[in-house]
C-alpha cells in the first residue's frame, strides 16, 4: 500500500515569506507527527494529531508555526515569516493508535531552504 | 527529562562483516521503548527494530539485534553481515511511558559507511 507521502519534496522561499507542507499519511493510520531535521542533527518533535483530540503543539518552536489536520486526512504545516534558521528537512510521520510497537512510518521529507 | 546519546558521528565497516552501533539513554520512567531507524540519502526515516523495557530477550529483526543492556542503559544495534545498502544514517529513539505514550526523543545519529 501507499506511505506516507509529503509534497513539495523541495521549497525554496526567500526570508519573510509563508510556506505551507502538506502530508498525506497512510489510510486508517490516527495519528500524525511533524518533525524537524536541521542539517546533521536528529529529528526534533513539533506537532502530534490523534483523531480528533486537541493536538499536542509542545514542539512548536514559535507562532509562526503552526498546523492542521481534518480528521484523520491530509496535514499541513504553515510557517509564516519564514527566517533562515526555519531551513531544515520537515519529516511527516503516522502511525496507529494501538500498533504492535506502535512505530511511526515517515514520509520523504520536505526540505526547506530559507534564503 | 529524556535524553538519547549516540557517541559516534561516523562509523566505516567492511562489507560482510558485523558493526555495532552505540546508542545510551536517560530516562527515570520504568516503562519505555527503544527505537532504531535507518536514513539513506534518499531521507526517509526506516523503522529497523523495537526493544521494549519490559522485554526478557533482546530484540531480534533478519540481521539487526538489539543489545540491550537496562542497567547500564544502553541499547546497541548490532548489524551482522553488512552490506553496501546499509550505508545510511542511523537514529537512536525512544518513547516514555506506557500505552497512549507517542512522543519519540531522538539521538543524533551516526553515519555508516560501509566499504566493498
Known amino acids: 500500500g501507499a506511505g506516507v507521502s509529503q509534497s513539495p519534496s523541495n521549497k525554496v522561499t526567500e526570508k519573510g515569506k509563508d510556506v505551507e507542507l502538506r502530508c498525506d499519511p497512510i489510510?486508517?493510520?490516527?495519528?500524525l507527527y511533524w518533525y524537524r531535521q536541521r542539517l546533521g542533527q536528529g529529528l526534533e518533535f513539533l506537532i502530534y494529531?490523534?483523531?480528533?483530540?486537541?493536538?499536542?503543539k509542545s514542539g512548536l518552536p514559535s507562532d509562526r508555526f503552526s498546523a492542521e489536520r481534518t480528521g484523520e486526512s491530509v496535514s499541513t504545516l504553515t510557517i509564516q515569516r519564514t527566517q533562515q534558521e526555519d531551513s531544515a528537512v520537515y519529516l511527516c510521520a503516522s502511525s496507529l493508535a494501538r500498533g504492535r510497537y506502535n512505530e511511526q512510518f515517515f514520509g520523504p521529507g520536505t526540505r526547506l531552504t530559507v534564503l | 527529562a529524556q535524553k538519547i546519546t549516540q557517541t559516534q558521528p561516523g562509523m566505516f565497516v567492511q562489507e560482510k562483516e558485523a558493526v555495532t552501533l552505540d546508542c545510551t539513554y536517560d530516562t527515570s520512567d520504568p516503562s519505555y521503548g527503544l527505537f532504531w531507524y535507518k536514513q539513506p540519502s534518499s531521507g526517509e526515516m526506516i523503522f529497523l527494530i523495537y526493544q521494549g523495557s519490559y522485554d526478557q530477550q533482546n530484540a531480534t529483526e533478519g540481521r539487526y539485534s538489539l543489545n540491550f543492556q537496562k542497567a547500564r542503559k544502553s541499547a546497541n544495534l548490532v548489524i551482522s553481515a553488512s552490506q553496501l545498502g546499509d550505508s545510511a544514517m542511523y537514529f537512536c529513539?525512544?518513547?516514555?511511558?506506557?500505552?497512549?505514550?507517542?512522543?519519540?526523543?531522538f539521538g543524533k545519529g551516526t553515519k555508516l559507511s560501509v566499504i566493498p
Open positions: 489510510s486508517g493510520h490516527t495519528a
Open positions: 529513539a525512544m518513547r516514555v511511558g506506557g500505552a497512549g505514550s507517542y512522543q519519540l526523543t
Open positions: 494529531f490523534q483523531g480528533n483530540s486537541a493536538p499536542d
